[in-house]
């Protein structure tokens, strides 16, 4: 009995190295990664005096492209954009044309071994909105600020490299003070909210 149970100790204990190697240390595999997504949104702008806070549909964008830190950490940089060509800034106004990017720092947390990730990310803000003041005319107004994000998503893979990424994800855009035909806007903040399918390589 005890060298059976001494067999038995030993086989268990040289295969602990072959199983530790097909289980996965962390959910992505080591070196570059990258998405590209799309998908609908939404974005809502507000002003430190406006009365009303306009909110308009529309579709964005996002490329995001970094390195490992950890086995569950990801840096990497990101550019997101979102586009609505029926905005206003005032309700039942659609003739403005809204543009809102933003490119900065972002990070990914993998809570587990799934896929399953968290997002955070902080960056540069350019909001510009084309507004029709004549027939064949269109001004062109800019502003530059700070953007935050955050969201989350789930990787879906289908390869050993590659994935389909469903994620959520808001961008918080203080883009400061406009100048309209209309008129000064101050303090202007523009939230995007935006749903996105990706395709992924980790």
């Given at each position: 009995?005890?060298?059976i ?18 289980r ?8 570059l ?45 990101e ?16 003739t ?30 350019q ?17 530059t ?7 989350l ?6 390869a ?9 994800a ?13 008129g ?7 939230t ?11």
């Amino acid at each position: 009995m005890r060298t059976i149970a001494l067999v038995l100790l030993l086989g268990s204990v040289c295969a602990m190295p072959s199983l530790a190697q097909t289980r996965p240390s962390r959910p992505h595999r080591s070196g570059l990664w990258g998405e590209f997504g799309a998908g609908p949104g939404s974005l809502r702008m507000g002003c430190s005096a406006c009365e009303d806070v306009v909110t308009a549909g529309g579709s964005g964008g996002y490329l995001r492209i970094g390195g490992v830190i950890s086995d569950h950490v990801l840096l990497g940089w990101e550019s997101a954009g979102f586009s609505d060509e029926s905005f206003g800034f005032a309700p039942g106004d659609p003739t403005t044309i809204a543009e809102m990017e933003s490119t900065g720092i972002a990070v990914l947390w993998f809570p587990g071994r799934r896929g399953l990730f968290l997002k955070g990310g902080v960056g540069v803000a350019q909001g510009r909105f084309m507004i029709p003041t004549a027939t064949a005319q269109v001004d062109s107004v800019r502003g530059t600020g700070v953007a935050v994000s955050f969201g989350l998503g789930w990787d879906l893979s289908f390869a050993r490299k590659y994935a389909v990424t469903a994620s959520a994800a808001a961008f918080v855009t203080a883009i400061g003070d406009l100048v309209l035909p209309s008129g000064r806007v101050d303090d202007v903040i523009g939230t995007m909210y935006q749903l996105s399918l990706a395709f992924t390589f980790r």
